[in-house]
């Protein structure tokens, strides 16, 4: 069934040609500044460290898969923000299959993010690419760099923004979703680190 909608959203986009580019953008990686009152929040590898300002609650939903909600306090105008470790082996098995892992020397996610910000007007592949990852109609595109992280966030045309911090050394997608604000999105990034619990 996933492959089935792979192929389906190829066909759809030989049918209904794309309307807008994402083209990426480099962005400072927000700055650390002092946070007296932030708690750790660790989710697998990723340590965040939040002021209590964003912070309301920790919910963990049974959802099958890991991830939890960064609840907003309750006099907050805050929404609430998803934090997701998402599975994406049927799309690396797809790449594979069409050869374009190799073509394109695609090793980690940050490679396949920063690939499909290329304009891709004589590129058929990076647009299908693309199109599987849902970004066919995205308003802005923008990475920010900071080793061992790269984190991608996406705006689109319609609906909430989203994002994906990467690391260099795998292939993970830690997703975070929701209305994410620049202020928000500034606090997540500023005092993460990598982090392993043995």
């Known amino acids: 069934m996933p ?3 792979l192929l389906t959203a190829l066909l759809l986009f030989a049918v209904f040609p794309l309307e807008a580019e994402p ?8 700055a650390a500044s002092p946070c007296q009152d932030c708690q750790t929040l660790q989710f697998d590898e990723l340590e965040f460290h939040l002021p209590r300002s964003l912070t309301g609650r920790i ?8 991830s939890l909600v960064i609840l907003p306090r309750p006099d907050s105008d805050r929404a609430p923000i998803s934090i997701l470790h998402e599975q ?4 690396w098995q797809f790449l594979e299959s069409r050869g374009w892992l190799e073509k394109y020397a695609i090793g980690n996610t940050a490679d396949l993010l920063r690939l499909v910000g290329k304009t891709s007007e004589n590129d058929q592949d990076i ?3 693309r199109q599987i990852l849902g970004m066919e109609d995205v308003r802005s595109y923008t990475m920010y ?15 909430e923004s ?3 911090i990467v690391t260099d050394k795998d292939r993970k997608w830690y ?3 929701g209305a994410i604000t620049d202020d928000a999105w500034s606090k997540l990034l500023a005092h993460l680190r990598l982090s392993t619990i043995h």
């Open 145 to 159: 760099r900071k080793s061992p992280f790269t984190a991608f966030r996406v705006v689109p045309r319609d609906g």
């Open 162 to 164: 989203w994002g994906y």
């Open 59 to 66: 919910f963990v939903p049974d959802i099958g898969s890991a």
């Open 3 to 5: 492959q089935l909608i």
């Open 127 to 129: 647009a299908a690419m």
């Open 23 to 30: 083209l990426l953008v480099k962005h400072d990686w927000p």
């Open 175 to 177: 997703k975070l979703a």
């Open 88 to 91: 994406k082996a049927v799309v």
